[in-house]
């Protein structure tokens, strides 16, 4: 839960600017990187209050497995992510905490200072690739590379571990199943 809120926060402070590209060209059934073919898992979008907060689709490398096998196997995943509603205009609390547990005292400064609001229409990607890092970029910008399997595991249990944020959005993620 800390890597994933510092991922959150470092792609927040960061500055996203807004994305003019369709929806549907970020969330393709399939897409090809770096030698690999990935094909989405699930996708779905995360309410609160019946406000429409961001559309989330799993994408994972060769067959599609369960979830057990996404968060625990060493395998290519994606997850991409398209914000619609609006975060707290500066970091929460709860966040700063994590914050000052997880980065030096001057990074946690300049996440302070620089911090500024997702905008509806930026795009978030982390990307996983066996024996790599956990990349975090928003709009095409790599904001975050995380050494290993763990940020993208943080993430990913978020969403269709144990305890998901939103048992729907786990079911899409899922495929329905």
Not at 43 to 63: H, I, P, S, W
Not at 146 to 174: H, N, Y
């Amino acid at each position: 839960m800390i890597r994933f809120l510092v991922a959150l926060t470092v792609c927040a402070f960061l500055g996203l600017g807004g994305s003019n590209a369709e929806a549907d060209d970020f969330f393709p059934e399939t897409f090809s990187r770096d030698g690999r073919e990935f094909r989405m898992f699930g996708k779905g979008t995360r309410e609160e209050l019946f406000v429409d907060l961001y559309t989330c689709a799993l994408y994972v490398e060769g067959e599609r497995g369960s979830e057990g096998d996404i968060i625990r196997e060493d395998r290519a995943s994606v997850v991409r992510l398209q914000v619609h509603g609006t975060p707290p205009t500066a970091i929460p609390e709860s966040w700063r905490q994590v914050l000052r547990q997880e980065l030096n005292d001057r990074m946690v400064a300049r996440v302070r200072k620089s911090y500024r609001d997702f905008e509806a229409g930026d795009r978030v990607e982390v990307t996983y690739l066996p024996g790599g890092n956990t990349v975090v970029s928003a709009n095409g910008k790599t904001l975050l590379s995380d050494p290993g399997f763990g940020l993208m595991e943080e993430m990913l249990r978020q969403w269709i571990g144990a305890e998901p944020v939103s048992a729907s959005l786990k079911e899409s993620l899922l495929g329905g199943r």
